[in-house]
């Protein structure tokens, strides 16, 4: 039996355990947490970016969840893949930026060092190549600057 | 009174003397000034140093300040491209989070309309599920029920 709580107020979780109906393909959720998203977002918006504008673009069409589960699989099978293959080519760099930027709130520019290692890394390996869109023209992008005014406290 | 008197008994005994000494013919020297001359007289003000001058500390102050404004720039256009960065970064992974939020959100509606669907199986007509508007787009649920 069940009764009507308000979520804002209530003090049990909101946990539905029922699984998702079996006419729906499975895909295993990525299940990164923030610190790897962040460190491997620009790889993910270069190598998956059919997928994400596709999915984009469904999501505009129609904001109901369902419509766009099967465009939704694709992106999630494309960002798993991508973090398969970080991990299998650059695992070292990753962990070292990833675990940096945990140490560091967060903040790109406090982990310059291990970033280019990982940037080098995955252009090397994997033929990825962090660009920032809209960056002006004609100027060195902010993350290969040699000496950015915005630092750590130790370079 | 005393002091007086021995005073005055000083005085005329010291007019005796030279009374006495003009009478005889005595070696004099005349005072010249030394050898080499007197030194100059030193008239001019002989200050310590007292530091930088006023203009050199201005240039100074205008200099620092100047470079300050300059790095003040510098880190404002860095800024705004930091905070383009990490916009960016989130963007790229708004695909993702959605999906899977959305597969979550479609898997909970299923499971509520199921739900629906076994409660209301003996009311006739009822259709489980639908919305209450006439309007086919999209709504999110209003409520919830929490199991």
Same mark, same amino acid.
């Given at each position: 039996m069940?009764?009507?709580?308000?979520?804002?107020?209530?003090?049990?979780?909101?946990?539905?355990?029922?699984? @998702? %109906? $079996?006419?729906?393909?499975?895909?295993?959720? +990525? $299940?990164?947490? %923030?610190?790897? @998203?962040? %460190?491997?977002? *620009?790889?993910?918006?270069?190598?998956?970016?059919?997928?994400?504008?596709? *999915?984009? @673009?469904?999501?505009?069409?129609?904001?109901?969840?369902?419509?766009? @589960?099967?465009? $939704?699989?694709?992106?999630?099978?494309?960002?798993?893949?991508?973090?398969?293959?970080?991990?299998?080519?650059?695992?070292?760099?990753?962990?070292?930026?990833?675990? =940096? +930027?945990? +140490?560091?709130?967060?903040?790109?520019?406090?982990?310059?060092?291990?970033?280019?290692? +990982?940037?080098? =890394?995955?252009?090397?390996?994997?033929?990825?190549?962090?660009?920032?869109? $809209?960056?002006?023209?004609?100027?060195?992008?902010?993350?290969?600057?040699?000496?950015p005014v915005y630092t750590g406290v130790q370079k | 009174m005393e002091y007086r008197q021995l005073r005055l008994r000083y005085t005329l005994s010291g007019l005796e003397g030279i009374v006495a000494s003009t009478s005889m013919t005595v070696q004099y020297r005349q005072d010249m000034p030394p050898a080499g001359g007197f030194e100059a007289v030193k008239y001019k003000r002989n200050l310590p140093f007292r530091g930088p001058s006023g203009l050199v500390i201005l240039g100074g102050v205008t200099a620092v300040c100047a470079y300050g404004f300059y790095r003040l720039g510098k880190g404002n256009l860095e800024k705004r491209e930091l905070e383009r960065e990490k916009t960016w970064s989130r963007i790229h992974l708004v695909p993702l989070l959605l999906a899977e939020g959305d597969r979550d959100a479609y898997r909970r509606e299923q499971a509520a309309i199921a739900r629906e669907k076994e409660i209301m199986k003996d009311v006739k007509g009822w259709e489980a599920g639908k919305s209450v508007y006439n309007n086919p787009k999209y709504r999110p649920a209003d409520s919830i029920v929490v199991l």
């Open positions: 069940s009764s009507y709580h308000d979520p804002q107020t209530s003090d049990r979780p909101y946990k539905d355990p029922t699984p @998702l %109906s $079996g006419d729906v393909p499975h895909v295993k959720e +990525l $299940g990164v947490t %923030s610190a790897p @998203l962040k %460190s491997a977002a *620009f790889f993910i918006g270069a190598y998956c970016k059919d997928y994400n504008e596709d *999915f984009m @673009l469904c999501k505009n069409e129609n904001r109901d969840p369902e419509h766009c @589960l099967k465009e $939704g699989r694709r992106v999630t099978r494309c960002a798993q893949d991508l973090i398969t293959k970080m991990r299998e080519n650059c695992l070292k760099d990753f962990d070292k930026h990833w675990n =940096c +930027l945990e +140490l560091n709130n967060q903040e790109y520019y406090m982990c310059r060092k291990p970033e280019r290692a +990982l940037n080098k =890394c995955m252009f090397e390996k994997l033929g990825l190549v962090k660009t920032i869109p $809209g960056a002006p023209e004609g100027q060195t992008p902010v993350h290969e600057l040699k000496n | -």
